[in-house]
C-alpha cells in the first residue's frame, strides 16, 4: 500500500521547463517500480517514462527521449520527472503511478496519483 501525491504542474510556454513531483507515503517506496503517464480528454492514458526501485534501469518514451527525465530520490520517498524544451503537445494531466514491475503498461500499476495538469503555451 502507497500513496501518491503529485505537485509541479502549471502553465508555461513553449520551450520552457517543469519539473514534476511525486510524493509516496505508507510502504517503503524502494519497493516498487514507479512510472509516469499522461493523459488528454478522449484519449487512453499514454506511457511517459518508467524507472526500476534502485532506478537502475529506465526508460523513456519515444515522444519525450531527449527532453524529459525520469529519476528518484528513495531517501526522500519522491519521484520526479524533469521536462524540459515542451511543447504544446505536451499539454496533458500527468499522472504518477506505483507498482511491482517495471512496465511501460499502465494497468501493472497499482497505484496512482491524482493527477496534475501541465498546459504548454505557443
Known amino acids: 500500500q502507497v500513496q501518491l501525491v503529485e505537485s509541479g504542474g502549471g502553465l508555461v510556454q513553449a520551450g520552457g521547463s517543469l519539473r514534476l513531483s511525486c510524493a509516496a507515503s505508507g510502504r517503503t517506496f524502494s519497493a516498487y517500480a514507479m512510472g509516469w503517464f499522461r493523459q488528454t480528454p478522449g484519449k487512453e492514458r499514454e506511457f511517459v517514462a518508467s524507472i526500476s526501485r534502485s532506478g537502475g534501469n529506465i526508460v523513456h518514451a519515444d515522444s519525450v527521449k531527449g527532453r524529459f527525465t525520469i529519476s528518484r530520490d528513495n531517501a526522500k520517498d519522491t519521484g520526479y520527472l524533469q521536462m524540459n524544451s515542451l511543447k504544446p503537445e505536451d499539454t496533458a494531466v500527468y499522472y504518477c503511478?506505483?507498482?511491482?514491475?517495471?512496465?511501460?503498461?499502465?494497468?501493472?500499476?497499482?497505484?496512482w496519483g491524482q493527477g496534475t495538469q501541465v498546459t504548454v503555451s505557443s
Open positions: 503511478a506505483a507498482g511491482p514491475y517495471f512496465s511501460s503498461q499502465a494497468d501493472r500499476y497499482n497505484y
